[in-house]
């Protein structure tokens, strides 16, 4: 059993009060988490603070120490109620729409990224909501590598690489097996949030591990029929009806 860390929303004009003492624990742990980096936020929820002029710049250093860089989705704004493959939020920005609609998006996320050197490593959909015409964009664009999903391990289906995100937070023990990514919203922490990651991250940190030895290791694996079964129950607990 390992543990993958993501940060979701990472934007210039995010939490950097928090994000700041976020960093400095993983970079005195030698941690190298996912981050999911919005290319043109328009969402008012992550409007925290004033905009960081070298974001890009910042982007381009986490990620040559090893960080994982993910594009998160084009603008982070609700613009469909489709619930896309997983079914588990009814908003997105991208599933339900066409692919020439889908592509646009994409396509000038790439842009944004290509024009600040960084090149992304994977996509990260906001709300957690895509579809199939989502991954053949993707594919026709050049990522094959989505974090998303419910299984014990990551599993290559139509020629994307799924690298499960199960939890929100570290869990209360050490889990069996499975590789197991753990997304955190830092932008809506407080102090006490952040004193709990600290000593979360120290009770786990020797089953972190970094995302590029995951997408080698697992680039040609198969979905398992425990995997079927750990998402049908999984997402039967996690998605109530109604």
């Not at 934007?11 to 976020?22: G, K, Y």
């Not at 570290?170 to 590789?179: D, R, S, W």
């Not at 600290?198 to 290791?217: M, P, R, S």
Request: glycine share 6%.
């Amino acid at each position: 059993m390992v543990f993958l860390l993501r940060f979701d929303d990472i934007c210039p004009t995010m939490n950097w009060r928090i994000w700041l003492e976020v960093d400095e624990l993983l970079l005195e742990r030698n941690i190298k988490p996912i981050l999911a980096v919005i290319p043109d936020n328009k969402n008012q929820a992550f409007l925290i603070e004033k905009e960081k002029e070298d974001f890009w710049s910042y982007v381009k250093k986490r990620q040559k120490i090893g960080w994982i860089i993910g594009v998160h989705g084009y603008q982070h704004l609700c613009v469909t109620r489709n619930r896309g493959i997983l079914g588990i939020n009814s908003c997105s920005e991208f599933a339900g729409l066409g692919e020439e609609e889908q592509e646009d998006k994409i396509v000038k996320s790439l842009e944004i990224f290509r024009a600040n050197n960084v090149k992304p490593d994977l996509f990260i959909a906001p709300y957690h909501t895509f579809d199939y015409t989502t991954l053949h964009v993707l594919r026709k664009h050049g990522i094959n590598v989505i974090s998303d999903g419910f299984s014990l391990y990551p599993f290559v289906p139509h020629g994307v690489l799924w690298i499960p995100q199960q939890l929100w937070w570290f869990p209360k023990k050490t889990l069996p097996i499975g590789v197991w990514t753990i997304l955190f919203h830092h932008n809506f922490w407080r102090e006490s949030t952040l004193k709990q990651f600290k000593a979360d991250l120290e009770k786990f940190h020797n089953k972190i591990v970094d995302a590029v030895g995951i997408i080698t290791h697992y680039k040609n694996r198969k979905k398992s029929l425990i995997d079927k079964v750990f998402e049908y129950f999984y997402k039967k607990a996690l998605i109530k009806p109604g």
